[in-house]
C-alpha cells in the first residue's frame, strides 16, 4: 500500500485571485502527483452575450486589474479584426507604448513584491553588516541602485522598526528562518533596499501610463477603430514625462532587477541543477509588437520538450479549450469561437478535498494542436533565442555569458524569473525606439489617432480575435458578432493555459508538471511549492471569468484581506 500523502495549501498567498494547490507526497517528501484549483468563479464572457460590439472593450477590461488594458485591448481588437479595421499608425505605438510599460511594471512588482521574499529572508537582512552589504551589491553591478552605507542603514533601521513594534504587516507569516533560504544577510538587505525603491517605481509607471490611458487599473483611452489620447500625442510635454519615468525605471532595472537576479541564480545554484520548477518544456508565443523598419518585440513560434532546435510555427487555430476536468458541462475540446462556459460545479470531497479524478477547477484547459502548453516571459525569451531574434538574443546572451547559464536552465523556478527580468529589460529599453516611431510619425507623417467607420455600414455577422503576449503569457479573445451584437465571447488567457488542470489524456497542466519530483524539506512549511507556482505570476481573475448564467448562488465564499486586482 502505498504512503503517500496529501498537502494542501489553499490560499495560494502572494498572487492575485484564488487558488488552491493540493500535493500528493511519497516518504521521502517528494511530490509525486499534483492539482492546481482555481477556487473563484466570476463572471465576464457571459456578461458580453448580447452586447453592442463596441462596448465589450470597457467590460472586458474588467476582467483583471493587474495585467490592466490587456484585456481592454485585446478585446476592442477581436472587434476590429472581425470588422476588419485597421487602426493607424499612431493608436498602434500609443497602444505598444501602454501596454509594454505595464509589462515592466508587472514584472517589477511581481518580483519584488509578490515573489522575491520566496528567496530573501527578510528576518536574517536584519543582521547584515550594511558596509559589507554595499560592497556585496558592487560584485554584481558597477553603480547599484541607491547602495551607500548609510542608505543600507536606514533601510535595515526602517525594516527593525517593523519587527521591533510588532507591525510586520505585509511581511508578516512568511517562512523566515527556513533552510530552504540560501542567501546571506548582506545579499536579503541588498534585495530588501531594491524591494522598497520598487514600490516607489510602480507608482510612477502607473503616472507614465496614465499620461496616455488614464487612471490604472482601468484604462479609457482605446476605442474601436484607435485611441482616444490625442492632446497627449501632440503636447512634447507629455511626451517627455513618459519618457522621463521610462529612464528612471531603466536605471533601476539595469542597477538593481538584473544584478540582484545575478544574486539569485548564483545563491539558488543548486535548484537550478537539479531542473526544479521544470515543466514539459513545451512552449507557445504569438509574437508581436512592431516597432522600426519591419521589426518586432516578441517571436512567434511552438517548441515542444525543450527541443529549441525544431521550432514549429504558430498556427492560432490550433488552439482548443476543454472542460474535462473542470466545473463546466461539455468536456469536449472546442475552438475558442464556438466555447462554452455552462458551469456544473460538481464539489469538493467530503474531507474538503479536490476530486483528484473528477472535475476540480474553474480553469478550463487550453491546448495547442491537443498539447498542454507553457506561455509567458520563459516562452517568449526561449522562443526568441531558438529563432536568433536580434532583439532578443543579445540581452539573453548577456544574462548567460555573465551567469554561466544555459537556454535549458531558464525552464525552471530559478529561471522563469530571470526570463521575466530579461524581458523586463528588453521592454523598457524598446520604448524608447516605439516612442521615436511616435514622434517621427508626427513630425513628418500624421495625426490620425482613429479610423473612421459607420457602424451600420459594417457587417452585421463577423467574427475575429485579439492575440497578444501580454505579461503572463498569449492572450486570445474571440468574438463572433450576429445581428450586429455579440453572440458569443470566449477569452483564453495567460494563467488558463498555465495554471490549467488534467485534459482527457491526464496530461498535466504547466503548474502541475513543474511541482512533480520537488522534495520539501518541511511539508508544514511547503516553502518550495509556494517558490514553483510564484515564478508563474499566477492571476486567477484572468484565468476564471465566467458565471452561471441564471445569475443563481452556487457557493459562498468568504475571502479576507485585499485582492491586488480590485474586483
Ligand atoms: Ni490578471 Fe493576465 C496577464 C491576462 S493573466 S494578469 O498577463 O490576460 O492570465
Ligand atoms: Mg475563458
Known amino acids: 500500500m502505498s504512503n503517500n500523502r496529501k498537502i494542501v495549501i489553499d490560499p495560494i498567498t502572494r498572487i492575485e485571485g484564488h487558488l488552491r494547490i493540493e500535493v500528493e507526497i511519497d516518504e521521502e517528501n517528494i511530490i509525486r502527483e499534483a492539482w492546481a484549483s482555481g477556487q473563484l468563479f466570476r463572471g465576464i464572457e457571459t456578461i458580453l452575450k448580447g452586447r453592442d460590439p463596441r462596448d465589450v472593450g470597457l467590460i472586458a477590461q474588467r476582467i483583471c486589474g493587474v495585467c490592466t488594458n490587456v484585456h481592454y485591448r485585446a478585446s476592442i481588437s477581436a472587434v476590429e479584426d472581425a470588422y476588419g479595421i485597421t487602426i493607424p499608425k499612431n493608436a498602434e505605438i500609443i497602444r505598444n507604448l501602454v501596454t509594454l510599460s505595464l509589462f515592466v511594471q508587472d514584472h517589477i512588482v511581481h518580483y519584488y513584491h509578490l515573489h522575491s521574499l520566496d528567496f530573501v529572508d527578510i528576518t536574517s ?23 551607500s552605507p548609510e542608505h543600507l542603514q536606514s533601510v535595515q533601521e526602517k525594516l527593525g522598526s517593523f519587527v521591533k513594534a510588532g507591525r510586520l504587516g505585509l511581511f508578516a507569516n512568511g517562512y523566515w528562518g527556513h533552510s530552504a533560504y540560501k542567501l546571506t544577510p548582506e545579499q536579503n538587505l541588498v534585495h530588501m533596499n531594491h524591494y522598497l525603491e520598487a514600490l516607489t517605481l510602480q507608482r510612477d509607471l502607473s503616472k507614465a501610463v496614465a499620461i496616455f490611458s488614464g487612471k490604472t487599473p482601468h484604462p479609457q483611452n482605446l476605442v474601436v477603430g484607435g485611441v482616444t489620447s490625442v492632446a497627449d500625442m501632440l503636447n512634447p510635454q507629455r511626451l517627455n514625462d513618459f519618457l522621463f519615468i521610462i529612464k528612471e525605471v531603466r536605471e533601476f532595472i539595469e542597477r538593481a532587477y538584473i544584478p540582484d537576479m545575478m544574486m539569485i541564480v548564483d545563491g539558488y545554484r543548486e535548484s537550478i541543477d537539479a531542473g526544479e520548477g521544470r515543466a514539459s518544456g513545451n512552449f507557445m508565443g504569438c509574437g508581436g509588437y512592431r516597432f522600426g523598419e519591419g521589426h518586432a518585440l516578441f517571436e512567434s513560434g511552438v517548441v515542444r520538450g525543450h527541443d529549441f532546435e525544431n521550432i514549429e510555427p504558430f498556427d492560432e487555430s490550433k488552439i482548443t479549450e476543454e472542460a474535462s476536468r473542470s466545473w463546466y458541462e461539455n468536456d469536449a475540446p472546442l475552438s475558442p469561437y464556438e466555447g462554452e462556459t455552462t458551469p456544473f460545479y460538481t464539489d469538493l470531497n467530503d474531507d474538503g478535498t479536490l476530486k483528484s479524478e473528477g472535475k476540480y477547477t474553474w480553469v478550463k484547459a487550453p491546448r495547442y494542436d491537443g498539447a498542454v502548453m507553457e506561455v509567458g516571459p520563459l516562452a517568449r525569451m526561449c522562443i526568441g533565442v531558438a529563432k536568433k531574434s536580434p532583439i532578443i538574443l543579445p540581452y539573453m546572451e548577456r544574462f548567460m555569458t555573465k551567469t554561466g547559464m544555459e537556454l535549458i536552465d531558464f525552464s525552471t523556478t530559478v529561471g522563469r524569473n530571470a526570463a521575466r527580468a530579461v524581458e523586463a529589460q528588453i521592454c523598457c529599453d524598446y520604448l524608447f525606439d516605439m516612442m521615436s516611431d511616435l514622434i517621427e510619425n508626427i513630425k513628418y507623417y500624421d495625426e490620425t489617432t482613429w479610423t473612421k467607420y459607420v457602424f451600420e455600414e459594417l457587417p452585421q455577422e463577423a467574427r475575429g480575435r485579439g492575440l497578444f503576449e501580454v505579461p503572463r503569457g498569449v492572450l486570445g479573445h474571440f468574438v463572433r458578432i450576429e445581428d450586429a451584437k455579440v453572440a458569443n465571447y470566449q477569452a483564453v488567457v495567460p494563467t488558463t493555459w498555465n495554471a490549467s488542470p488534467k485534459d482527457t489524456k491526464n496530461s498535466r497542466g504547466a503548474y502541475e508538471e513543474s511541482l512533480i519530483g520537488l522534495k520539501l524539506s518541511d511539508p508544514s512549511a511547503p516553502l518550495e511549492v509556494l ?17 452561471d448564467v441564471r445569475g443563481m448562488e452556487l457557493s459562498q465564499y468568504k475571502i479576507g484581506g485585499g485582492c491586488p486586482s480590485g474586483l
Open 125 to 147: 537582512a536584519l543582521n547584515a553588516d550594511c558596509v559589507k552589504a554595499s560592497a556585496e551589491a558592487k560584485e554584481w553591478c558597477d553603480h547599484p541602485y541607491r547602495n
Open 531 to 547: 517558490r514553483v507556482i510564484h515564478s508563474f505570476d499566477p492571476c486567477l481573475a484572468c484565468a476564471v471569468h465566467v458565471m
